[in-house]
Each structure stands twice: as structure tokens, then as C-alpha cells.
Nanobody, 117 residues
Framework: VQLQASGGGLVQAGGSLRLSCEASGRTFSSVGVGWFRQVPGKEREFVAA????????YYSDSVKGRFTISRDNAKNTVSLQMNSLKPEDTADYYC???????????WGQGTLVTVSS
């Protein structure tokens, strides 16, 4: 599975962005996908995850109620709708896919989100 994240950019606090993760590979629709973020000098942080069917979704407490993860298996994409953005949401955002187990073993390159105050 190869992943390509896009949609990052500069936005004012309170604004919205929609990130997309496009995947290639036959198995994408059968694995869970997550979004993570990382600020330089800090550890990578979990943001949201969605099961292969879309029926199970998790969010970190820091984004719950503001971010929405979704997927379209027909288009091999997973999206992250980010609303009410805060300066502390500024980070490189990565999408990742699980392998046959629970570990995220496929990673895309990051897309930078910058939220100005």
C-alpha cells in the first residue's frame, strides 16, 4: 500500500481544512487507516482512526468534536475534515494504514497544516 497525503496549508484560527489520503494497492479497502501529526522536536501524536468498513472510528480527545474522519473505499481515499482549527493544531499530518495486524506499517509523506492566531 502506498499513501499520498494532501490538503495541508495555512489557515486562520477558527477556519477549516480537509486533508485527503489517497492510496494505491488492492488491500487498502480491507485495512484500518489512521491520521497522526507531529511537531518538530515532539513525538508523533495520534489524531483519528477509521476501520476498514468505516464502522469503527476513534479520535484523540484534543480533536474530538472538531475533526471528522471518513473513507471512500471505492476511491481508495480517507479524509480528515478539520473544523474550528486552533494554533495548537499546527503540525505535519500523516496518514498511515495497518498491515494484517494492528500496527500501522504503511506511511505516507506528511502534509503541513499551519494555523495562525
Amino acid at each position: 500500500v502506498q499513501l499520498q497525503a494532501s490538503g495541508g496549508g495555512l489557515v486562520q484560527a477558527g477556519g477549516s481544512l480537509r486533508l485527503s489520503c489517497e492510496a494505491s494497492g488492492r488491500t487498502f479497502s480491507s485495512v484500518g487507516v489512521g491520521w497522526f501529526r507531529q511537531v518538530p522536536g515532539k513525538e508523533r501524536e495520534f489524531v483519528a482512526a477509521i476501520s476498514w468498513s468505516g464502522g469503527v472510528i476513534y479520535y484523540s480527545d484534543s480533536v474530538k468534536g472538531r475533526f471528522t474522519i471518513s473513507r471512500d473505499n471505492a476511491k481508495n481515499t480517507v479524509s480528515l475534515q478539520m473544523n474550528s482549527l486552533k494554533p495548537e493544531d499546527t503540525a505535519d499530518y500523516y496518514c498511515a494504514a495497518r498491515g494484517t495486524g494492528l500496527a500501522y506499517i504503511y506511511w505516507g509523506q506528511g502534509t503541513l497544516v499551519t494555523v495562525s492566531s
